[in-house]
């Protein structure tokens, strides 16, 4: 077949995909044997910068996480220094230390699989009221920020952008050749992370989608010479957060100037880990699924979505008296600092409430707040193991996050499903009753978890037509499972239970439990949520108590 480079970096991202699929008789290739004492250094560093040491982390603020529904009715907090460093802190930084004998690991506010954390955010200032011009990296441990550029010159004020990137082989150390993917989810949750705790602000979180990779990283000095081999961060996102109602246009082309003949300082001290396994797919992926500078569709720069409140409201007339407003009384920053992924569920747990559950799937609906910044139309959907709802039979259950995808998605699934719908006010169907608690862990690569719990999902994407031209959505794909898989933990709390990221499935016996046969729908995610069970074993320290000398 001749194929046009297009369809050759389609075919390497296919390529790919496959490769690192697990199945019941192998897994994805990865290191035959793991040294702990080998681990890459969680925190990135450079040396040769000046340290910003942030406000003290910690700070409460008043809204509630109900109120986060509704966001444009959370008053915006001036943008300062204190301000942007809690953004930092409440979406990067760290939540708790865990100590198990002589061994101490930090929890972040977003999670990681494998707690590996391959995701660096960058803070970038455009003017002087907050923090001299330049470009920041964030150090989650000391919650300070190293500065890399200082930028020269005059620019217009656009406020702060936040970027994001990932050192692969951070998490390759522990996955191999899957860890691209993980790599994707990580930076959904991040990008997640970085909305809840926004909104917490009053702010909203423009994402800027149009940048091509390559100015990501001419933005961030990804591109320079400053970071050892194989250690070096890949660019993913920019974002620009509107502390104000100002929709002020933004100059890219000023700004990567600005950037590019700023003074740069530091280099990225080493991960220390000695690199036994080498990945060279993940490198191979990671060029086939780069970005290339897009036209986007023309957005407005703080876009109000319809109110949680409005869909709440049309639940709560027409669902069986059952209102979806979040119950919860405790403060964003609460639910925020207090997310964790659970260990373990208990599987004797009496069913959860159906409005807890009708919430958490009505809040991963592409119209509530938490998908403001997202602007493309949906393309993961739901299939849900339901083992603990109450009123709910046990069974298979499908929420296709908008109504175009319905019937392509009855047409590629089991005919036996018999596609009930079971709410009015959300897309909910019925598909199939029956205990499936032994099937969702087997799928699970045999966890527990998928199945003391009250239920748990995959995320099916649409797939093959979605990456077909344009290779590097595959990524896009993996943000939107964060995305709604940071939305689910958060909820999860907030509904006083828990919720873990599932990265490790059998993907293509997930698609033949649900009669999925080629490659139009393929499942790229798993979650679990139920009552979580303390390891009692475990202490848990304050997120910086090593830290005392605070400004
Ligand atoms: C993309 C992703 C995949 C994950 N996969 C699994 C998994 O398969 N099994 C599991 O027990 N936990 C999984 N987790 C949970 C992580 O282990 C957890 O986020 C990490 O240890 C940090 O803990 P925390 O979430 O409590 O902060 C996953 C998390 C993410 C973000």
């Not at 930090?106 to 660096?120: F, I, K, M, W």
């Not at 964790?340 to 569920?345: D, E, V």
Request: charged content about 25%; overall charge negative.
């Amino acid at each position: 077949m001749d194929l046009t480079p297009m369809n050759k970096q389609t075919e390497t991202v296919l390529n790919y995909h496959n490769r690192t699929k697990h199945s019941l008789e192998r897994y994805a290739k990865g290191p035959e044997s793991i040294d702990w004492e080998d681990q890459p250094d969680q925190f990135r560093r450079f040396s040769g910068c000046e340290i910003v040491t942030l406000p003290k982390p910690g700070a409460e603020l008043e809204p509630l996480f109900a109120d986060l529904d509704n966001p444009e009715a959370i008053p915006a907090k001036p943008l300062n220094i204190t301000n942007a460093g809690l953004l930092l802190e409440l979406a990067f930084g760290l939540s708790a230390w865990k100590q198990f004998g002589p061994s101490r690991w930090a929890l972040r506010c977003n999670p990681s699989s494998g707690n590996l954390h391959p995701t660096e955010a960058y803070l970038i200032s455009t003017g002087e009221s907050l923090i001299k011009p330049g470009v920041y990296h964030y150090v989650s441990h000391d919650h300070s920020l190293e500065q890399r550029c200082r930028f020269e010159g005059i620019l217009p004020d656009s406020g702060i952008l936040i970027g994001l990137s990932s050192i692969h082989w951070r998490e390759a150390w522990k996955y191999g050749e899957r860890a691209f993917r993980y790599c994707q989810h990580d930076i959904g949750h991040a990008l997640g992370a970085l909305r809840y705790a926004a909104a917490t602000l009053g702010w909203s979180v423009e994402l800027l989608a149009e940048w091509s990779d390559d100015d990501i990283a001419k933005l961030l000095g990804l591109d320079r010479d400053d970071f050892k081999k194989q250690e070096h961060e890949s660019p993913d996102i920019i974002c620009r957060i509107h502390a104000h109602d100002d929709s002020k246009p933004f100059d890219t082309k000023g700004l990567l100037e600005t950037a590019q003949s700023g003074t740069w300082f530091g280099k990225a001290d080493s991960l220390r880990a000695y690199h036994m396994y080498k990945w060279p797919v993940i490198d191979e992926v990671s060029t086939a699924a780069s970005k290339p500078r897009t036209e986007e569709p023309e957005r407005q720069a703080i876009r109000r979505p319809p109110r949680m409140a409005e869909v709440s409201q049309s639940v709560g007339n027409r669902c069986d008296q059952h209102t979806i407003k979040s119950p919860c009384t405790k403060t964003a920053t609460k639910i925020i600092r207090q997310r964790r992924s659970a260990q373990q569920f208990d599987g004797k747990m009496p069913p959860m409430p159906q409005t807890d559950f009708y919430r958490m799937l009505a809040a991963v609906l592409p119209t509530t707040a938490a998908f403001e910044l997202w602007h493309w139309p949906p393309k993961i959907h739901l299939f849900i193991f339901v083992h603990r709802v109450e009123g709910l039979a046990s069974g298979i259950y499908a929420l296709p996050r908008h109504n175009d995808a319905l019937e392509p998605l009855q047409a590629a699934t089991l005919v036996d499903f018999d596609w009930q719908k079971v709410s009015e006010a959300i897309p909910l169907y019925h598909l199939y009753s029956g205990d499936c608690r032994q099937i969702a862990k087997t799928l699970s690569c045999h966890q527990p978890i998928a199945s003391d719990s009250a239920f748990s999902l995959g995320m099916v994407a649409e797939f093959s037509e979605t990456i077909q031209e344009t290779p590097w959505l595959y990524r896009r794909l993996f943000w939107e499972c964060g995305l709604i898989g940071q939305t689910l933990y958060l909820e999860a709390e907030a509904a006083g239970i828990r919720g873990t990221g599932i990265g490790c499935y059998f993907d293509d016996s997930v698609h033949e439990i649900l009669g999925i046969k080629d490659d139009k729908f393929q499942s790229l995610y798993h979650f679990t949520v139920g009552k979580p069970l303390e390891d009692q074993r475990l202490e848990t320290l304050p997120a910086y108590g090593h830290l005392n000398d605070f400004v």
